[in-house]
C-alpha cells in the first residue's frame, strides 16, 4: 500500500513517508508565505492562450504590483498526454513567446512520431508576496487590531512614515513620497 499525501500549497503529490522532509523544503517554506491564485483552463485554443493569460495577469495586477506566474501544460498526442512543466515568469515579461515555447514543445514530440491533437488544460498560478498588494487592495485586506493600530498611528502622524522608508509594505509604498528627504538637517 502506497500512502500519498497532496501538499496543496505545492501543487504536487508525495510519498506519506517524505512529507515531513518536503515541510522543510525551501520551496515549500517560501510558497507558503505567499498569497498563490491558481486558475485550470480546460481545452483552450491555441491561438487564444496569450489573452487568456493576459486577461488574467490584467485582473491580477489590480491587486499586485509584482507576482511570478507558473503555467503548466497538458498536451495531447495520440492516445497519450504529456505534461509539459512549468513556463515561469513575472509581470514584466513579454508573452508572446508562449506560443513559441508551446509550439517546440510539441514539434519536439511530434520528431518523436507522435501526433498532437489539442492542449487538454492549462493551469495557471499566480505566487504573490503580500508585501507586493496594491495599496487598494491591501486597504480592502482584513487586518489584525495591532495592524489597525499601526495604520491609525501613522494616520495620526504622517511624519512617521519616513522612519519606515525601507519597509516594503503598501502603506508605506503609497505614502513615502510625500515626504521628502530631509538631507540638509544635522
Known amino acids: 500500500m502506497n500512502l500519498e499525501y497532496y501538499c496543496d500549497i505545492c501543487d504536487k503529490t508525495i510519498k506519506l513517508g517524505y512529507k515531513q522532509k518536503h515541510f522543510n523544503t525551501r520551496l515549500h517554506k ?29 485582473d491580477h495586477s489590480k491587486r499586485f504590483e509584482f507576482f511570478i506566474i507558473d503555467c503548466k501544460w497538458k498536451l495531447d498526442f495520440d492516445n497519450n498526454i504529456f505534461c509539459v512543466n512549468s513556463y515561469k515568469m513575472h509581470n514584466l515579461c513579454s508573452f508572446r513567446d508562449i506560443r513559441r515555447f508551446l509550439l517546440t514543445k510539441i514539434c519536439k514530440y511530434e520528431s518523436m512520431r507522435y501526433k498532437f491533437i489539442k492542449i487538454s488544460e492549462m493551469k495557471i498560478s499566480f505566487v504573490s508576496c503580500r508585501r507586493n498588494m496594491t ?12 495592524e489597525w493600530t499601526i495604520v491609525k498611528k501613522l494616520s495620526e502622524n504622517p511624519s512617521l ?4 522608508k525601507n519597509t516594503p509594505h503598501p502603506l508605506i509604498r503609497k505614502y513615502i513620497n510625500m515626504f521628502p528627504d530631509d538631507e540638509g538637517e544635522d
Open 30 to 58: 517560501s510558497l507558503s508565505c505567499c498569497i498563490i491564485n491558481r486558475y485550470c483552463i480546460k481545452n483552450p485554443e491555441f491561438l487564444q492562450i496569450e489573452n487568456i493569460i493576459n486577461k488574467h495577469i490584467h
Open 161 to 164: 512614515i519616513k522612519i519606515f
Open 135 to 146: 495599496y487598494e487592495h491591501y486597504i480592502e485586506q482584513p487586518k489584525s487590531m495591532l
